[in-house]
């Protein structure tokens, strides 16, 4: 019974995720065709943003699903970089599909066209309804997975979209101010933008594997060094494989005071509680000749 329990708590987040995934899909063809129909920009760049939250949706799916599958003889790693490659393919997207929400933008408020204010506000507040409960969806879910709190934050941002697809459809129903739709579209488009420029640098700086945010390497050069047993160190390595699994390795010489599997030990058990990685390699490499003769006298 408590297989069971401990097997339906893991594929709890899976279906929240692929919940709220199939809700955001939906709706966002709904706002494309009801945009198209109302000649309403607000609501293509609100469905625009609906897809970033989707790509959100797919990533945190994806890195669930692949986190559970054990590594291989072709992917010593396991396959979590492969969220990384999607990230980065859906913030290129996203880029794409800013400049030209901007790009349209700028043609409407050059030359305003009209746009029916009534299908424009009943989609923007529906919209609204389906990020807010899309988002009491992932919320549950959010304490103990942070791929699902992650995705909740990009859901809640696109509920900003709705808003501002409702202030325009407002303006036009009520004022009568085309330009309104332009202006509040393109404010959408700034923030599919940044989250595209957010999304992309992540990755870029994950594929080019650079240190992980937060980890300094010359303070983990002293904490190694002032390890006993350690003279020297070299080939010091931090990287990011994916969110969530960082990963250290360090050749380290050893003084001659102590053996190297304990050094190694010893070392991986610092810079764990220093920078909480799990992953750490240590390779002891024996010292001089006169660190030698000290191993065999103390045998």
């Not at 794409?96 to 933008?105: D, E, H, S, Y």
């Not at 009943?122 to 389906?130: D, E, Y």
């Not at 808003?163 to 959408?188: F, K, N, P, Y």
């Not at 010091?236 to 599997?261: E, K, Y």
């Amino acid at each position: 019974m408590d297989d069971v329990r401990q097997h339906d708590h893991a594929h709890e987040p899976v279906r929240g995720l692929t919940a709220a995934l199939v809700a955001t899909v939906a709706f966002m063809g709904v706002e494309v065709a009801v945009g198209v129909y109302s000649g309403s920009l607000a609501l293509l760049a609100d469905a625009g943003h609906m897809l970033s939250d989707a790509g959100a949706l797919v990533l945190a799916l994806a890195a669930q699903r692949l986190a559970i599958r054990p590594p291989s003889a072709r992917g010593t790693y396991g396959y979590r970089r492969a969220e990384v490659l999607a990230a980065f393919v859906n913030g290129a997207v996203l880029a794409v599909l800013a400049f030209w929400i901007l790009g349209r933008a700028w043609d409407r408020w050059s030359a305003p066209r009209p746009v029916l204010g009534g299908p424009l506000l009943a989609t923007a507040i529906a919209g609204l309804v389906v990020n807010l409960a899309v988002a009491k969806v992932l919320h549950g879910g959010r304490k103990h997975n942070l791929n699902v709190e992650a995705a909740l934050w990009h859901v809640l941002s696109d509920a900003l979209g709705s808003v501002a697809a409702i202030a325009a459809g407002v303006c036009v129903l009520w004022l009568g101010w085309m330009r309104a739709d332009a202006l509040l579209s393109a404010a959408v488009a700034l923030l599919v933008g940044f989250s595209a420029w957010r999304l992309v640098r992540r990755t870029v700086l994950v594929l080019l594997e650079t240190t992980p945010p937060g980890v300094d390497l010359a303070d983990l050069e002293k904490v190694i060094c002032g390890t006993p047993g350690v003279r020297a160190l070299h080939d010091l390595h931090a990287w990011r494989i994916s969110d969530g699994f960082d990963a250290v390795t360090v050749h380290v010489v050893l003084d001659g005071s102590r053996h190297g599997p304990e050094v190694a030990a010893d070392v991986a058990r610092r810079v764990h509680d220093r920078t909480g990685i799990d992953h750490v390699t240590v390779q002891p490499e024996v010292g001089p000749p006169e660190a030698i003769v000290k191993i065999g006298r103390r045998r």
